[in-house]
């Protein structure tokens, strides 16, 4: 069964499911279901005793004939609580209800329960509290029909068709108790996806929790959990619920591409593979499956490959935005420019993931030098998303590049603003303009600073030999030594970065001669989707080197 470990998200194309459908991703306009639905404008001093009271209230019935100690005796408490802070009216039968439900008064509960009802006739959850009161006094003919208006008031409300399966199970109805049971554990697993949409990852983890404690052969919950955990980074507790929903369907597809991503997570891109390759053999419609292996096939820089099933992908759902904007990546990474445009303009068209389709847009535009048109697709992707980091980031470069220095700035700065994880190249930048305008000893006190403060060199050992050899704590040459590796890929972009960083110092230092040497050098390189090799191309040209493409 699932558990309830804190973490946070990640997820892969195809981690929703079996049916292949998204979650909605508008999950923030959702209403949350539940006893404090009805009273969202309460005050901050009745919300932990409300909450107390939402946990216990939906399944009242049952446990109310064991006294007031425990649980119980610390929900009367809360309520008692509410009372004395003089809350809303509903709220205050509410909590009188639960109160004398607790003494085992049922019929001050049953009073209180109508005075809801008499209030918010069409709030689902007072119905749910009834029938709950009704049952624990063992009329469960009358418990079934509050579950039941319950229902038809909001029949997404789990907690009325489990409370109805229960009292159900009780008067001897097994068939109508089956059948309320499964909708109960449908009903919870769309809640917890809801809850895990909007990273209330213990609501979500509960709800899934109560699913598979209705149903624990319920192979879609543990494929619900495992994707979950994956979220949250317990890859061990992940595996486990991935390998269990195996274990009881050894052909359920979701779960094999649920663990292929805690696979993926950790390195293990064979493995990713393998898994992402048997949920296509069990469902070779499922669109989202080829875009998570073309993806990893991307990774492992087999670009055909991951085209093959990006186009595979895009042919089973035509409309899938994310399809048209990884192939875009990969005709990139194979400098098929026009082809990438095509995919981003193609997005543009779908009228989703818009943000994202012109910034890429602007990526390609750097990389075959159309700065201005750059410039404009950046600035589109942050009025669509303001706080899209890497389009700040982006942006930044081309005003540097087209020596628009104070805009540069403004945008480095908000790059590290919105992403202060992930701040470095930005610093990087920030210490070149200030350098170059003059600034060395404030540049150098100000990056210093920050590498002092972030432990850089604990994190990342090539981005700490960059700013050791900007702030001058190592030289040019163990730079250029440093970016050495027998890869040849990574190779040649720590020697595209290296020969860039070194050739703007020496441009700083007013030795323009050997910058253009090192400008040259990094151009030679040719990674075209390092922005480093973009600046250098731009610095030559200023300079009016030979080998500025």
């Not at 019929?107 to 709030?123: D, F, V, Y």
């Not at 048109?373 to 303001?386: E, G, Q, R, V, Y």
């Not at 970065?497 to 151009?523: I, P, Q, S, T």
Request: proline share 2%; charged share 30%.
């Amino acid at each position: 069964m699932c558990g309830n470990e804190n973490g946070k998200g990640n997820p892969l194309f195809s981690r929703i499911g079996a049916e292949g459908k998204w979650p909605r991703r508008n999950a923030r306009n959702s209403k949350k279901r539940g006893i404090g639905r009805a009273h969202s404008k309460t005050g901050g001093g009745t919300s932990d005793s409300l909450r107390r009271a939402k946990l216990i209230g939906y399944k009242c019935g049952g446990p109310f004939d064991k006294g007031t100690n425990g649980p119980l005796g610390e929900l009367a408490a809360g309520c008692n609580k509410v009372l004395e802070l003089k809350a809303k009216r509903a709220e205050l039968d509410f909590c009188r209800g639960i109160v004398s439900l607790a003494g085992q008064d049922f019929g001050g509960a049953l009073a209180r329960c109508a005075g809801i009802i008499g209030l918010k006739g069409n709030w689902a959850e007072s119905y749910v509290c009834r029938g709950s009161v009704k049952r624990a006094n063992h009329d469960f003919d009358g418990g079934i029909v509050d579950f039941s208006i319950a229902i038809r008031i909001d029949p997404k409300l789990a907690e009325a068709y489990d409370n109805r399966s229960i009292t159900r199970r009780a008067k001897g109805d097994l068939d109508g108790a089956l059948a309320d049971i499964g909708k109960a554990v449908e009903a919870y697993g769309n809640r917890g996806l809801v809850e895990q949409a909007m990273t209330n990852w213990d609501k979500a983890m509960s709800d899934f929790n109560k699913a598979l404690t209705l149903k624990p052969d319920w192979v879609e919950g543990y494929s619900k959990c495992g994707n979950l955990k994956s979220a949250k980074k317990d890859f061990d507790g992940a595996l486990a619920d991935f390998n269990k929903a195996m274990e009881i369907n050894p052909n359920w597809a979701a779960a094999y591409t649920g663990r292929a991503s805690v696979r993926r997570a950790r390195g293990d891109l064979e493995g990713a593979l393998a898994d992402f390759t048997k949920a296509i053999a069990i469902k070779p419609d499922w669109a989202e499956a080829y875009g998570d292996r073309a993806y990893v096939k991307q990774t492992q820089d087999d670009f055909d490959g991951a085209l093959t099933d990006y186009n595979r992908a895009v042919e089973l759902n035509p409309d899938w935005p994310d399809g048209y904007l990884y192939r875009g990546r990969a005709r990139r990474q194979k400098r098929d420019w026009d082809g990438a445009m095509a995919d981003y303009d193609k997005v543009i068209s779908l009228g989703r993931r818009l943000a994202e389709a012109r910034f890429n847009r602007g990526v390609v535009e750097v990389e075959t030098d159309h700065l201005e048109d750059a410039l404009a697709d950046f600035t589109k992707a942050i009025d669509l998303n303001p706080q899209y980091a890497g389009a700040y980031y982006d942006r930044g470069t081309v005003y540097d590049n087209l020596r628009a220095f104070t805009n540069a700035l403004a945008d480095f700065h908000k790059a590290i603003e919105l992403k202060p994880k992930s701040q470095e190249y930005s610093r990087f930048r920030l210490w070149l303009i200030r350098a170059r305008l003059g600034d060395r000893k404030a540049a150098d006190a100000k990056l210093r600073t920050y590498l002092e403060d972030r432990q850089i060199a604990t994190t990342n050992v090539w981005l700490s030999k960059i700013a050791g050899f900007l702030t001058g704590q190592i030289a040019e040459t163990d730079l250029l030594k440093a970016a050495e590796d027998v890869k040849a890929k990574k190779n040649a972009e720590e020697h595209c970065e290296a020969y860039y960083y070194a050739g703007a110092k020496r441009l700083v230092e007013g030795d323009n001669a050997a910058a253009a040497g090192l400008f040259e050098k990094c151009v030679a390189t040719d990674v075209r989707n390092y922005l480093e090799y973009r600046a250098a191309a731009e610095e030559l040209r200023f300079l009016g080197g030979s080998n500025s493409p």
